[in-house]
């Protein structure tokens, strides 16, 4: 399996085009992203129970979310919360949090004539994202989120900044 690890700019490389993809998930083409997915990569929704695999598959997927969201609430926000890479395995760890409004009819008129507000509703989840030693994704796993998870997102983005300071000052 050593032999199949990518190398650690690869991942960080991949990281960062992610931190820009997820805020605008539901809003721009994700086709950088599918460039970079094999063409049977396989995806795994344990938070919904479901699996496909291929990347036309995935396409539809993406596509299906976009308009199931866009039609459910006028509010849809997607957020990256974090991520994880670990020395010596092909995963990047991706935390993600989407804040929609629960729908009704209340929820597309205007609250200062309804009287009422809309009742926010947060959807999270973790990501794992596999990479193959060329850089390739061949597998994705939708799961909920752990604790540890958390906490190696927030070292992470230590890390990341450390690294940002090294920059500037070079």
């Known amino acids: 399996m050593l032999n199949n690890v990518p190398s650690k ?8 085009l992610l931190e820009r993809l997820v805020p605008n998930l539901l809003k721009s083409p994700i086709v ?6 094999s063409d049977d990569v396989s995806f795994e929704d344990q938070l919904h129970k479901y699996k496909f695999s291929g990347k036309t598959q995935l396409l539809m997927h993406v596509a299906k979310i976009k308009i199931y ?30 804040h929609t409004f629960n729908t009704s ?17 947060i959807i999270e989840g973790a990501l794992d994202i596999h990479v193959n030693k060329e850089g390739m ?12 998870d958390l906490e190696d997102a927030k070292v992470m983005e230590a890390m990341k900044k450390e690294r940002e300071d090294t920059k500037k000052w070079k």
């Open 137 to 148: 994704v061949y597998k994705m796993i939708n799961r909920k989120i752990a604790a540890s």
């Open 69 to 98: 969201y866009r039609y459910r609430s006028p509010y849809n926000k997607v957020e990256r919360i974090g991520s994880c890479i670990y020395e010596n395995e092909d995963v990047i760890v991706l935390l993600w949090r989407l």
């Open 9 to 16: 700019e690869v991942l960080f490389r991949i990281d960062c």
């Open 105 to 121: 009819i209340w929820t597309y008129l205007p609250s200062f004539i309804t009287k009422k507000k809309p009742k926010l509703h």
């Open 32 to 37: 950088r992203f599918l460039n970079i997915c």
